[in-house]
């Protein structure tokens, strides 16, 4: 029973802004891989490629520990964007891949998320849709 619960429950992570990919990440990708867009918060951070998202998800005090969580665009069944509102403190991406695992994608609110999130939108559309 506490298994089938935790299916449901989205992974969460919170990104700040848009910025440039690391070395770490930059190590990770393949050499005919490009990123399209990256974020980050203050020690995670996320990328966007033609073929996947990757996200370095630091762990302990130090944050040496990181944990790199890897989602292929054809693993995704469906996903859903919530852009920054009125009185929203926040946007989101929730993306659901096959075998039911949930993970949400959150950014604090700011002028330049809306265009960014609109971007992320466009990037997986592509991938996910159109097989670009």
Same mark, same amino acid.
Do not use: W
């Given at each position: ?53 990757? *996200?370095?998800? +630091?762990?302990?005090? &130090? ?5 790199? =969580?890897?989602?292929? #665009?054809?693993? !995704? $069944? ?24 949930? *993970?949400?994608? +959150?950014?604090?609110? &700011? ?5 960014? =999130?609109?971007?992320? #939108?466009?990037? !997986? $559309? ?7």
């Amino acid at each position: 029973m506490f298994l089938k619960y935790l299916r449901y429950k989205p992974t969460i992570y919170f990104f700040l802004n848009e910025s440039e990919p690391s070395e770490i990440i930059l190590e990770k990708l393949c050499p005919d891989e490009t990123v399209k867009l990256c974020f980050s918060s203050i020690r995670d951070e996320m990328v966007l490629t033609e073929k996947r998202i990757l *996200i370095a998800d +630091r762990k302990g005090f &130090s944050g040496k520990k990181i944990r790199y =969580i890897i989602i292929p #665009y054809r693993s !995704i $069944t469906f996903f859903k964007v919530g852009t920054v509102g009125g009185l929203d403190l926040d946007a989101e991406i929730l993306l659901n891949l096959s075998g039911n695992v949930k *993970i949400q994608l +959150r950014f604090l609110r &700011s002028q330049e998320i809306k265009e960014s =999130i609109h971007k992320a #939108y466009e990037i !997986i $559309t592509q991938s996910f849709i159109c097989n670009c």
